[in-house]
């Protein structure tokens, strides 16, 4: 398998990698546009303009789009995050043009019709309404928000109510034009994909844009924080971050590694220590999430009202002891599963064709998988060990509480015990 990129004169960039055996390709535009990017006025919008993607471009009607790739037996959608809006298709080897052909199209020429958007702001206002009715998506943006308060990277993807109900067509378009530019999109493919095919279309379609800088986004800062709400719920949610290393970090391979050792499967030790031992719970986990330029680990459990101060106290007094008695084991086991869980994700050309636009976004580049995996293999208990004693006393924290959370723990109080 053999990754090839191209740039084309006005800065539109080009990734792709063929994968011998397979009769279908993913491919998708990357765009460096996400709610990071938006100010304050325009939070939500990015996953609008999204939404309005399908509904409509000058070639095609919404049925139309949704009919070109679904007659070939393909599949269509588009995504938003915090620092990317993806729009993406799954087609046969012989259907990449007609692909191609569509998800440019919608990017391109999206005409944001009136009616349609009054439609569509009906369905995304039953969206945030939805994620308010779920406790983890709540718990989860509250962590966001106090982890980067007060700024872009700690606002919710979706936008509040009340300012979804007021974008107009102008602001819609605005935003394209402040970041739909040819140098923050790429174009990524893998499977059965023709590299000189695709630089090819992507000339005709990409060429004549005048190349347009697009705005940067403010460097991150970790605030940390406190976000607290009873509410009658049957479960107690917790939700603690710290501070972490972000993509560009040397860092965050063992990052990544300490909290798979720490909650990343049933064989770790808050799983084993707090559900398994105690039974306390009935989910626990740690993870390591990243951006360009910071990153938070992450532990959320769910547990009783009753029990939901010790659960905190445990998991603290985990993370402490993992910074004494890391083992060997544990990090060969966690360093297999990471390179595992890699691995076995990229026989998807999906999950290739979204990991090399991610890399190239990063980088500008794609590293090797086996450069990657050396990264993986160099980290060694000893990094682990320190880098859990930064998490256990010295990293800022942010912590969201919600549900039958009277007892649960303060910051204040968490960080009493981090620091004894």
């Given at each position: 398998m053999t990754v090839r990129q191209d740039q084309l004169s006005n800065g539109f960039r080009i990734v792709s990698e063929h994968m011998p055996g397979l009769q279908s390709a993913s491919i998708g535009i990357w765009v460096s546009a996400g709610a990071r990017h938006e100010r304050i006025e325009q939070n939500g919008i990015a996953h609008f303009l999204e939404h309005m993607a399908f509904k409509g471009t000058k070639r095609r009607s919404a049925l139309q789009i949704a009919e070109a790739i679904e007659d070939?037996?393909?599949?269509?959608?588009?995504?938003?995050?915090?620092?990317?809006?993806?729009?993406?298709?799954?087609?046969?080897?012989?259907?990449?043009?007609?692909?191609?052909?569509?998800?440019?199209?919608?990017?391109?020429?999206?005409?944001?019709?009136?009616?349609?958007?009054?439609?569509?702001?009906?369905?995304?206002?039953?969206?945030?309404?939805?994620?308010?009715?779920?406790?983890?998506?709540?718990?989860?943006?509250?962590?966001?928000?106090?982890?980067?308060?007060?700024?872009?990277?700690?606002?919710?993807?979706?936008?509040?109510?009340?300012?979804?109900?007021?974008?107009?067509?102008?602001?819609?378009?605005?935003?394209?034009?402040?970041?739909?530019?040819?140098?923050?999109?790429?174009?990524?493919?893998?499977?059965?994909?023709?590299?000189?095919?695709?630089?090819?279309?992507?000339?005709?379609?990409?060429?004549?844009?005048?190349?347009?800088?697009?705005?940067?986004?403010?460097?991150?800062?970790?605030?940390?924080?406190?976000?607290?709400?009873?509410?009658?719920?049957?479960?107690?949610?917790?939700?603690?971050?710290?501070?972490?290393?972000?993509?560009?970090?040397?860092?965050?391979?063992?990052?990544?590694?300490?909290?798979?050792?720490?909650?990343?499967?049933?064989?770790?030790?808050?799983?084993?220590?707090?559900?398994?031992?105690?039974?306390?719970?009935?989910?626990?986990?740690?993870?390591?999430?990243?951006?360009?330029?910071?990153?938070?680990?992450?532990?959320y459990a769910g547990t009783s009202g009753e029990q939901v101060a010790e659960l905190a106290g445990i998991t603290i007094d985990e993370m402490k002891r993992a910074a004494d008695d890391m083992s060997d084991q544990e990090v060969a086991r966690a360093r297999a599963q990471m390179k595992a869980g890699m691995l076995m994700g990229l026989e998807s050309p999906s999950n290739r064709a979204e990991r090399l636009a991610r890399l190239v976004q990063i980088w500008d580049e794609v590293p090797s998988l086996e450069d990657t995996v050396a990264r993986i293999d160099a980290v060694s208990r000893d990094d682990v060990r320190a880098f859990a004693e930064q998490m256990a006393v010295r990293a800022p924290a942010a912590l969201a509480v919600y549900g039958p959370v009277d007892a649960a723990p303060s910051l204040q109080e968490l960080q009493e015990r981090r620091a004894a």
């Open positions: 070939v037996g393909g599949y269509i959608n588009a995504y938003t995050s915090r620092e990317v809006t993806a729009y993406y298709a799954r087609v046969l080897k012989a259907d990449v043009p007609l692909a191609m052909d569509v998800i440019g199209d919608i990017v391109m020429n999206p005409v944001f019709d009136p009616k349609e958007i009054e439609i569509e702001r009906g369905v995304i206002l039953q969206e945030i309404g939805q994620a308010a009715d779920t406790p983890d998506d709540v718990i989860f943006d509250w962590l966001q928000e106090e982890s980067y308060r007060d700024q872009p990277l700690g606002r919710t993807i979706l936008g509040s109510t009340e300012r979804v109900s007021n974008f107009t067509r102008e602001d819609l378009s605005g935003f394209v034009a402040e970041h739909y530019g040819p140098e923050q999109m790429i174009l990524s493919a893998a499977g059965a994909v023709d590299h000189d095919m695709l630089v090819k279309m992507a000339t005709e379609m990409f060429g004549h844009l005048k190349p347009r800088k697009g705005l940067i986004a403010d460097a991150a800062r970790f605030t940390g924080g406190e976000a607290r709400q009873l509410k009658d719920l049957e479960q107690a949610h917790f939700a603690l971050a710290l501070e972490s290393p972000g993509y560009r970090d040397d860092q965050i391979y063992t990052a990544q590694i300490y909290s798979s050792a720490l909650g990343g499967g049933m064989s770790s030790r808050l799983f084993q220590e707090v559900r398994e031992t105690r039974g306390l719970c009935y989910t626990i986990f740690a993870q390591t999430g990243a951006y360009a330029d910071t990153g938070a680990t992450t532990i």
